[in-house]
Antibody, heavy 118, light 107 residues
């Protein structure tokens, strides 16, 4: 079965760029959309954006100016970059498989906490 | 952006009781409504898709209903492992959005 695992720094300084990678095991990236979602501590879920295995992307307009999602099919990975971070970007970041270009999320990675602080 | 409002924010119930959770959309999402369960410290897990279809491995005590703007997730008889936070999500319009969640706590 497909499993996802997020990796990357747990601490990022304000104004810098947050970079995370999601490694997919047990299956190929092909024919699916792959997504990033975040959850500030004690709060709800926010969809960040997604990428098709071919490289087509869609982003949440609220974050679009700061977000880049990319894919590396040779490594079975996709990545998130969020620039100019502030404390408001502190959250658990999840990667997930998205069913369809406007779909639901299953399965999810376990999530990784990223704290923005100097 | 479609706003999803979940109610109540918290539900205090005992094991064996019936739980009824509501999700209301700011505009019609047809049947494009999804439910997730999130236990403390864990990632969300898919429960229901297309409003009323149980995901693989989800017990029959979970059921979903509704269309348009009003949706309900029902747990017929709460098991100890069902005490968690439940989120709805719409997949009709970009951006994909979630409700604020309903927490089912032990009474």
């Amino acid at each position: 079965q497909v499993q996802l695992q997020e990796s990357g720094p747990g601490l990022v300084k304000p104004s810098e760029t947050l970079s995370l990678t999601c490694t997919v095991s047990g299956g190929s990236l092909s024919s699916y959309y792959w997504t990033w979602i975040r959850q500030p501590p004690g709060k709800g879920l926010e969809w960040i954006g997604c990428i098709y295995y071919s490289g087509t992307t869609d982003y949440n307009p609220s974050l679009k100016s700061r977000v880049t999602i990319s894919v590396d099919t040779s490594k079975n990975q996709f990545s998130l970059e969020l620039s100019s971070v502030t404390a408001a970007d502190t959250a658990v970041y999840y990667c997930a498989r998205q069913r369809g270009n406007i779909g639901w999320f299953d399965p999810w990675g376990q999530g990784t906490l990223v704290t923005v602080s100097s | 952006e479609i706003v999803l409002t979940q109610s109540p924010a918290t539900l205090s119930l005992s094991a064996g009781e019936r739980a009824t959770l509501s999700c209301r959309a700011s505009q019609s999402v047809s049947s494009n409504l999804v439910w997730y369960q999130q236990k403390f410290g864990q990632a969300p897990r898919l429960l229901m898709y297309e409003a009323s279809n149980r995901a693989t491995g989800i017990p029959a005590r979970f059921s979903g209903s509704g269309s348009g703007t009003d949706f309900t997730l029902t747990i017929s008889s709460l098991e100890p492992e069902d005490f968690a936070v439940y989120y709805c999500q719409q997949r009709t319009n970009w951006p994909l959005t979630f409700g604020g969640g309903t927490k089912i706590e032990i009474k």
